[in-house]
């Protein structure tokens, strides 16, 4: 089955500054990779999506790069606020409706002032 | 429209009870879907649903739990009998089967505690 890693599982930044996180995927069959934001003691809530016939999509500060080659896709956050401190969680799926989406272990991103 | 709505959101029991979590998907959503963090770690899969039926309930970590979804509507995890290691976050979401929506709306999850 699908096996998605995640990294890093920490990340402390200064407010203005980027973050990146990077995710793996196993099966190459995956074709729908979504990235959710969990808020401390809130739902996880989907943020940016990407399917397998696009190489990058940007909404405002957030952007999703995929390369299917290599398996591997990382979202890219610029100009980052406090308010964007939260646990991140990438995963991936065959994209075929209702399938189960497999998740990362989460990467918690602190932002200071 | 309303989310996804779960109950109890805290639950404390002692080791060796059972605890019933219940979670209401968005009206016409068929897909169903149960995870579980535990801290620190992933958010992992457990099963999914398609309307009544059991898609996919590979991530279903023993037999002490059942999950059901009567008439396809709401969906309830039965944990019997409950152990320290099953604490933890257990997260519902639900999605709408509709060409690339392939979007889940998660539920606020029911913190469960073993003790």
């Known amino acids: 089955g699908e096996n998605v890693e995640q990294h890093p599982s920490t990340l402390s930044v200064q407010e203005g500054d980027s973050a990146v996180i990077k995710c793996t995927y196993s099966d190459s069959a995956s074709n729908y990779f979504p990235w959710y934001k969990q808020e401390l003691g809130k739902r996880p809530q989907l943020i940016i999506d990407i399917r397998s016939n696009v190489g990058e999509k940007k909404d405002q500060r957030i952007a999703v790069t995929l390369n299917k080659t290599a398996k591997h896709f990382s979202l890219h956050i610029t100009e980052t606020q406090p308010e964007d401190s939260a646990v991140y969680f990438c995963a991936a799926s065959r994209g075929q409706a209702g399938t189960a989406l497999i998740f990362g272990k989460g990467t918690t991103l602190s932002v200071s002032s | 429209e309303a989310g996804v709505t779960q109950f109890p959101s805290h639950s404390v029991i002692e080791k060796g009870q059972t605890v019933t979590l219940r979670c209401d998907p968005i009206?016409?959503?068929?897909?169903l879907y149960w995870y579980r963090r535990v801290m620190g770690k992933e958010i992992k899969f457990l099963l999914h649903?398609?309307?009544?039926?059991?898609?996919?309930e590979s991530g279903m970590p023993n037999n002490r739990f059942l999950a059901e979804r009567t008439g396809g509507t709401y969906s309830t995890l039965k944990v019997q009998p409950a152990e320290l290691e099953d604490s933890g976050v257990y997260f519902c979401a639900s999605s709408h089967p509709d060409g690339y929506n392939y979007g889940y709306t998660f539920g606020s999850g029911t913190r469960l505690t073993v003790v």
């Open positions: 009206s016409g959503h068929d897909n």
């Open positions: 649903f398609v309307k009544e039926s059991k898609q996919d």
